[in-house]
């Protein structure tokens, strides 16, 4: 399928997608959902209630436990129902997604080894390693930094006017602390077969460079291996090829499923903090674009051009693990070396995840304005430094940034409870998240490209 004319599937699939989510859910799923909410409204009513009573031995307490647990067995069997009138139309972007993820890991592999073996020596893996890693560093604190800038430009929290909830509330969502052992754990990988089987990223990567740096040292040798390697890369490539035909239904039931299951008005209950963090990330993109445009000219633009595509692939999914094959190819036929491609892409995925960092103190400092809580400088940009700390090697994990953001935020006393503010327009967000991350990590290949002198015209 030509390049236009998946681009214009995909479209047609979000615009088709959104009107037959519309549908849905006001005929279908709309009743369901007014269930769910008249349960969180009394569960609410009754934890108030639960924590202003001061003997818990009254009959009162019980009967209002009882009640409790009932009405978390009816939002339970509400949201199982909502899901199983969902799944004809999640199903066709869970069948992408795992064919994506069938190939991510072994195409991850293949390319960054032959890459690395291609590079040479360890001083020259060194040399183009140092380079792609400030890049990312940079990338990285513009990207919190610019969250942080905007997010107190705008103050969209301070519109929310929230009391602080007690502290034996909870969200749910498991938090992610800095710690050096599971750091460690999460990037070394004490099997290579295991870090493959769960599309462990990171711990692919670093066995790869060893892998690819041993398969260069035994020189004619590892030649073999190094063509073996490139062979299954491009048989791996041409199954993209058969995979993105796929690509069209999965955003269509992608887009569906997010418009059914919440509406069209969850847009306008977040409109403000959902426009002024899209209109951050265009800010950002136009960072991205200039920096880009300064190392490579003109093409920068007509890089954006060329991967307008996987960008689209990976809104529509919210996964830009999903663009991941498709921004190889283009990168290649943009110009840019395989061996470079093969060595940086690989690593962006791990380290370079532009629209996650902005979102994580846009974010953070959203729910400490929604809770009336001031945060000095100081303290603003000691966030900033631990969001950029603990978001590294956290590539694969659900709902990352929400994870990591859960665990950093206790820091500051801001309360756990308002990431309930965020999780239900959390998939709308993840959205350009997802494609940021790709436009930065598709720049920064190039980047790296043209500094090495590999990058073709």
């Known amino acids: 399928m030509k390049q236009s004319k998946l681009t214009l599937f995909i479209f047609l699939a979000l615009v088709l997608g959104v009107v037959t989510g519309y549908l849905y859910n006001v005929n279908v799923i709309n009743e369901y959902n007014d269930k769910i909410i008249a349960s969180e409204t009394r569960i609410k009513a009754i934890d108030t209630r639960v924590v202003q009573l001061k003997d818990t031995t009254v009959a009162e307490f019980g009967t209002l436990k009882a009640e409790r647990a009932t009405m978390v067995k009816e939002r339970k069997d509400a949201d199982t129902t909502r899901e199983d009138k969902l799944v004809g139309f999640s199903i066709l972007s869970d069948i992408f997604l795992r064919l994506i993820k069938m190939i991510v890991a072994p195409l991850v592999f293949t390319t960054l080894v032959v ?57 749910g969502i498991q938090k992610t602390a800095l710690s050096l052992r599971d750091f460690i754990s999460h990037v070394v990988p004490k099997s290579f077969v295991e870090a493959m089987a769960n599309n462990e990223i990171l711990q692919i990567v670093v066995f ?12 004619e040798k590892g030649e073999i291996v190094v063509k073996a390697m490139d062979a299954i890369a491009h048989v791996i490539l041409k199954i993209t090829g058969y995979v993105m035909y796929v690509a069209p239904l999965a955003v269509f039931g992608a887009i569906t499923a997010v418009i059914a299951r919440q509406g069209l008005g969850i847009l306008s209950t977040y409109a403000i903090f959902i426009g002024e963090f899209y209109f951050s990330l265009i800010v950002l993109w136009l960072v991205i674009l200039l920096a880009g445009i ?15 595509d996987a960008m689209l692939v990976a809104f529509s999914t919210s996964t830009s693990e999903a ?65 950029m700390l603990t978001s590294k090697g956290i590539a694969g994990v659900p709902r990352a940034s929400l994870v990591v953001i859960a665990g950093t935020i206790a820091m500051f006393n801001i309360p ?29 290949t190039a980047v790296v490209s043209k500094w090495e002198g590999e990058l073709k015209n």
Not at 437 to 444: F, K, Q, T
């Open 323 to 387: 663009a991941y094959p498709r921004i190889l190819m283009e990168l290649e036929r943009f110009g840019c070396n395989n061996k470079i491609v093969s060595f940086v892409l690989p690593l962006g995925y791990s380290f370079n995840l532009d629209g996650s960092m902005m979102y994580m103190t846009f974010a953070s400092l959203f729910l400490a304005q929604s809770y009336g809580i001031h945060l000095a400088f100081g303290q603003q940009l000691s966030m900033l430094l631990v969001l």
């Open 115 to 171: 890459g690395v073996a291609k590079v040479g020596d360890i001083g020259a893996v060194g040399r183009i390693g140092g380079k792609t890693m400030l890049w990312f560093l940079s990338a990285t604190l513009v990207s919190l930094l610019l969250g942080m800038l905007l997010v107190n430009f705008f103050r969209p929290g301070e519109t929310m006017h929230l009391s602080l909830p007690d502290s034996h509330l909870s969200t």
């Open 208 to 219: 790869a460079l060893f892998f690819g740096v041993a398969t260069g040292a035994i020189g």
């Open 294 to 308: 300064v190392v490579l000219g003109k093409r920068a633009l007509t890089l954006l051009n060329r991967i307008k």
């Open 416 to 444: 756990e409870a308002g990431l309930a503010l965020l999780i239900g327009i959390d998939p709308l967000l993840d959205m350009g998240r997802s494609a940021t991350n790709v436009l930065g990590n598709a720049m920064a």
